[in-house]
């Protein structure tokens, strides 16, 4: 998410780094690349000139802070008008006092509309508000057994009463069902088309009438870039919406849709999909989107993520382990499978300040690549050797049937071990100081660099900070140091 729009923004700090304050001549240039930026990125044209009349006026207003760099001042004033123009905060799903909820989804058909609505299901029973989902697509072939399979997969029931009924009467029966069975939250799947027509309007509108839902959310494609924002306001004006979801954002580079939705139509973003997977939903936070758009990463999804796959009692375990040298790879094993069910290494480093832009698309997917390297040759390893992995470090024969097993190369098998010491110690060191989230606390064998980055407490890659904090990249002593670091060097 938001690749192309990062690196545009980086050029844009260039052209005030070395400058010892923001000036109406040193500003031009930056917010040249400022708007050049962000009308690549798709961003509507009104909202690209309403963001750089904003920025230049309070850039220009701002009051100098001692030890503050112009670069720095200027990216949070960036950063809080990214905030502003997303919507400034979260805005959740309803929840009724009068049960069940009723949310109606609504939408064009490839939006992925279907697949959202089971993965809000999802994440509304992971908060333990039980869902019915209701199939109204009654036109689509295949719409109504697609909500079926997505239901049975997440555990989550899904009412039908076949392709011949009406719309509004499957919505009737539907919540009929939900009140008698005491569900929390109805979500009704509805019909879409492939673009805007009177009766796709109409009918939404019968079913509106009789569910009375408490949210109607419009589910958008991202890569649309500026059109998705024109769609909500159509929809937003013909029948009423209460918010939007965003899907596809994974392949989504610009961000258009993200930075025009809001400002737009009126309505806020409440949900992002970043993936295929139905896990793959977030809610949307403006200020942890501006974060990542800026290269600053995104902490608080990071630890949310962390949280949910993480079990305390494991992590405790982990930590002793540690703590005494024991760290095995069995531990080394169970913390990548763990970092899998998270998501992907490109998408997780993104969400660590200051890796977004330290690493190419090339190198995460040779980092990828690795991860399954260092994985098939541990599946090759007996259990006593996964255990002790001191057996290995003597024994040539040993790594020679593991290289084998694994088909790869003998040196191959010794590097991992070497890596794998090397970084256990490592780990004993900074565990000392209860540094890392649960499970996260060391590096990876075969990644190069020193230190794990998903360890808080300082960023051992040497990456952006939030705006406005002293140490910045790009500040004198402090810069060179950066340069050194290999970080991910084997890569």
């Known amino acids: 998410m938001f690749e192309a729009l990062s690196e545009q923004f980086e050029s844009a700090w260039k052209k005030l780094r070395g400058q010892d304050k923001i000036s109406d001549a040193n500003i031009t240039e930056a917010l040249k690349e400022v708007r050049r930026a962000l009308l690549e990125a798709d961003v509507n044209l009104d909202v690209v000139k309403s963001f750089v009349a904003d920025v230049k006026e309070k850039a220009q207003g701002a009051d100098v802070v001692s030890g503050v760099r112009p670069d720095q001042q200027f990216i949070k004033i960036v950063y809080d008008e990214l905030v502003e123009t997303m919507g400034e905060t979260n805005v959740p799903l309803a929840d009724s006092d009068h049960k ?38 009654v036109y689509r072939p295949a719409a109504i057994d697609q909500l079926l399979t997505l239901g049975k997969q997440i555990n989550v029931p899904v009412f039908e009463i076949g392709a011949d009924a009406k719309p509004v ?21 509805t019909a879409g088309r492939l673009q805007i027509d ?100 995104d902490v608080l999804t990071l630890v949310e993520k962390a949280q949910e796959e993480v079990d305390i009692a494991d992590a405790e375990k982990l930590q002793e382990k540690i703590l005494s040298a024991k760290f095995d790879f069995n531990d080394f094993l169970k913390q990548t499978r763990l970092m899998k069910k998270m998501g992907s290494l490109a998408g997780i480093m993104k969400l660590i ?62 590097k991992l071990v070497t890596d794998f010491q090397r970084m256990r110690g490592l780990m004993q060191q900074m565990g000392q100081g209860n540094m890392g989230l649960p499970g996260f606390d060391g590096g990876f064998p075969g990644l190069g660099g020193g230190g794990n980055p998903m360890m808080g407490g300082g960023n051992p890659m040497g990456g952006r900070p939030q705006p406005g904090w002293r140490g910045a990249p790009g500040s004198g002593k402090k810069k060179k140091k950066q340069k050194k670091r290999k970080g991910f060097g084997s890569l």
């Open 198 to 297: 009177q009766d796709m309007m109409a009918e939404l509108a019968q079913v509106k009438a009789v569910a009375q839902p408490d949210e109607v959310l419009l589910v958008v494609d991202a890569m649309t870039g500026q059109e998705a924002a024109t769609l909500t306001r159509t929809f937003h004006d013909e029948i009423g919406i209460t918010g939007a979801i965003l899907t596809k954002m994974d392949g989504d580079s610009r961000g258009g849709a993200a930075l025009s939705v809001r400002r737009i139509s009126g309505q806020p973003i409440k949900f992002i999909g970043v993936g295929e997977k139905v896990e793959a939903l977030q809610p949307f936070y403006p200020d942890r989107m501006a974060s990542r758009i800026l290269g600053m990463g």
């Open 353 to 414: 300040p200051g890796m977004g832009n330290k690493l190419s698309s090339d190198q995460l997917q040779q980092g990828e690549q690795q991860l399954k390297r260092c994985e098939a040759m541990i599946s090759s390893m007996t259990v006593q050797e996964r255990e002790n992995p001191e057996l290995l470090s003597g024994s040539p024969s040993r790594r020679r049937r593991i290289a084998q097993g694994a088909g790869y190369l003998e040196k191959d098998v010794s």
């Open 169 to 189: 009467e499957i919505a009737r029966q539907g919540l009929a069902k939900a009140r008698e069975d005491g569900i929390d939250t109805v979500i009704i799947d």
């Open 100 to 137: 069940p909820t009723v949310v109606l989804m609504a939408g064009l058909q490839g939006t992925g509309k279907t697949t959202a609505t089971a993965k809000l299901a999802l994440h509304l029973r992971k908060q333990n508000r039980s869902t019915l989902l209701v199939a109204t697509d």
